[in-house]
């Protein structure tokens, strides 16, 4: 079964701390993984792809790494802010089709 | 370009009642994918569709629930005869092509009540 699992469910921490949200999945063969970022009541943003052929993609004070041999990926947050206080998905992409999402990190920084 | 659009943006039927949820993709956009998201549960594929064809349709429950995707016009998530159990946020993404460097990009969701 082809599964994306992302730790922790839920973490806060006060304002310009850096931290980390995790994401495993248990089918190395994948096409991408894409991180989006979910706010209550609305769509999904995109934040970073990674294709399956990179380590890494950076964005602002975001930065993804995939490692494919160990099904994992992280997802950097530097600086954090209030305005990021969102949900944090994590989706494997493991064909031309379907996506398969983790269940998310409810992130809120404390200002 | 305007993004993926769709409508309603809520919806309430009662159960028994069909609902019909509209998913216009993004210019240029072929290639459509709905998704459902039940209450405190990640999002989960339902269907895959290009223009005119169902791709790939292996997360869609077998019973009350199709999808097309017409030449002209949005495409249509359709579910007959509601249950409480389908009460959920619908969400639809589009991308160029089916491509390793595409991402999808989605919509703002339909978010679906059955009374």
């Known amino acids: 079964k082809q599964e994306v699992t992302q730790i922790p469910a839920a973490l806060s921490v006060p304002e310009g701390e850096n931290l980390v949200l995790n994401c495993s999945f248990t089918d190395s063969a994948i096409y991408n993984l894409q991180w989006f970022r979910q706010d209550p009541g609305k769509g999904l943003t995109s934040l970073l792809l990674?294709?399956?052929?990179?380590r890494e993609q950076t964005s602002g004070r975001l930065n993804a790494s995939l490692d494919k041999s160990s099904g994992r990926s992280t997802l950097y947050i530097a600086a954090s802010q209030p305005g990021d206080s969102a949900t944090y998905l994590c989706a494997r992409r493991g064909s031309a089709s379907k996506i398969i999402f983790g269940s998310g990190t409810r992130l809120s920084i404390r200002p | 370009n305007a993004g993926v659009m769709q409508n309603p943006r809520h919806l309430v039927r009662r159960r028994g009642q069909e609902a019909r949820l509209r998913c216009s993709p993004m210019k240029g956009h072929s290639h459509v994918y709905w998704y459902r998201q039940l209450p405190e549960e990640g999002l989960k594929f339902m269907v895959y569709?290009?223009?005119?064809?169902?791709?790939?349709e292996s997360g869609m429950p077998k019973e009350r629930f199709s999808a097309e995707f017409p030449k002209e016009g949005p495409s249509i998530l359709r579910i007959q005869q509601v249950v409480r159990g389908d009460s959920a946020a619908y969400f639809c993404a589009s991308s160029r092509t089916s491509g390793e460097r595409d991402t999808q990009y989605f919509g703002p969701g339909t978010r679906l009540t059955v009374l």
């Open positions: 990674i294709q399956s052929s990179q």
């Open positions: 569709l290009q223009k005119e064809n169902i791709i790939d």
